[in-house]
């Protein structure tokens, strides 16, 4: 699924999102699916990773994007406390840590952390993933898993 959608994209996180957007079509219509391992199954789905890669393009054509940039900071934030997590938080991109701090300390859904941030659902929950795994990573440096 991953190979079609950035054959179309040409960037490895827009075929991500595409990915990611097929598996809950995918999911939603699961009924539509009868043997897992056979070519119209295969068919059905390089179908839907398609479209879905097709329609991401042609939004990007429509809206100009400003690439992610990830290493910006935003407020520089001192923590000299002995919790870990807290620091490896504050450490994170500044869009990373906003999804962290609405999704997990705030208690928002993806949903409304979608709404608060502008952001479709499917790009809201990916950028979760993202945050958790890029948190994940600074933990792991940190030596504690």
Do not use: W
Request: aromatic fraction near 6%.
């Amino acid at each position: 699924m991953f190979h079609v959608a950035n054959e179309i994209l040409h960037n490895e996180q827009d075929a991500e999102d595409a990915v990611h957007q097929a598996f809950l079509n995918v999911a939603e219509n699961m009924k539509k699916i009868g043997e897992p391992k056979c070519p119209k199954t295969k068919g059905y789905v390089v179908t839907i990773v398609e479209n879905k890669a097709i329609d991401l393009y042609r939004r990007h054509k429509r809206h100009q994007m400003l690439e992610l940039n990830d290493t910006v900071q935003g407020i520089q934030v001192i923590y000299e406390g002995e919790n870990t997590l807290t620091a490896c938080i504050l450490k994170l991109p500044a869009r990373y840590r906003e999804a962290i701090l609405l999704r997990y300390v705030q208690g928002y859904s993806v949903k409304e952390m979608a709404s608060i941030l502008g952001l479709s659902f499917a790009a809201a929950s990916k950028l979760d993933q993202r945050a958790k795994a890029r948190l994940k990573d600074l933990y792991e440096k940190e030596g504690k898993l």
